[in-house]
């Protein structure tokens, strides 16, 4: 979809991958039906016309991208499905480990900024992706052990009882790429289908936001919470359940994923 340059073109968006923009876009989505659904029944004037056909563009474009997110496959064999299922299951209880570990006194963690700052660079979308065709949840898994690896955080993990958690992850993890046949160097996001649903997807998310940001008035105070409402998926992607800081990396109207 080709638009002419417009408000959208200063929207910077924060940095997310295909599957993080399919997240985005259901929740920008759900935000909206909530907001005009108390509109609704308070009896008080419906969100602009033009919000609902950005809406309609985004969510169409949020459609296609899960379709080429999760593409028609011959049914998986049972290794595959078995694989997946003891991978989801280290990821569900690795995080629970490391949720729970946070909620101790801080004095009684090692090394708790980096440990808090783990939980976000993990989960910044939640344990979304494993929802996933097998081999985007392959490199999702991949991409975040290799932020525990480079980032140096094994240490601090182990340090706190999450090294049996962390090992146990580890091999769900590559006996899930030996089900799968794949390699660590394998590249999910270069797909000419994929790559083209994803950027409009990501363009349809900017023109949505442009319409609703330029809507609040000063002399309708009213518009700019609303505004605010409809947006907090945005304005709140990347906080996590620890409620640390939100992902601060930011996308560049040229990047590509």
């Given amino acids: 979809m080709q638009r002419d340059i417009g408000p959208e073109s ?13 997240v985005l876009i259901d929740r920008l ?5 909530a907001v005009e659904e108390e509109l609704r029944a308070e009896g008080k004037e419906a969100l602009p016309q033009a919000f ?3 809406r309609e563009d985004m969510v169409s474009a949020g459609a296609a991208l899960k379709d080429a997110l999760i593409p028609t496959a011959p049914a998986d064999t049972t290794a595959r499905q078995e694989a997946n299922k003891i991978l989801d299951e280290r990821w569900g209880g690795f995080k629970g480990w490391h949720g729970a570990m946070l909620t101790l006194p801080q004095a009684a963690i090692v090394d708790y900024d980096m440990m808090s700052t783990l939980y976000e660079t993990l989960y910044a979308e939640g344990l979304d992706f494993l929802a996933f065709a097998y081999d985007i949840q392959f490199k999702a898994s991949e991409s975040r052990l290799q932020a525990i690896e480079k980032g140096g955080y094994q240490a601090a993990i182990e340090a706190n009882g999450g090294g049996v958690h962390l090992k146990m992850l580890k091999e769900a993890h590559e006996a899930f790429g030996q089900a799968l046949g794949i390699s660590t160097e394998l590249t999910v996001e270069s797909s000419p289908n994929l790559s083209n649903a994803f950027l409009e997807a990501r363009n349809t998310i900017r ?13 309708a105070p009213e518009r700019a919470a609303l505004a605010e409402r409809l947006l907090s998926p945005l304005t709140n992607y990347g906080e996590t359940a620890t409620a640390e800081p939100k992902e601060t990396t930011e996308d560049t109207n040229t990047s590509k994923d």
């Fill in 207 to 219: 023109w949505y936001v442009a319409r609703v940001a330029c809507w609040p008035d000063r002399r």
């Fill in 10 to 22: 200063t929207v910077v968006l924060p940095k997310f991958k295909s599957e993080g923009c399919s």
């Fill in 29 to 33: 989505d759900q935000s909206y039906i």
């Fill in 52 to 54: 609902e056909w950005a």
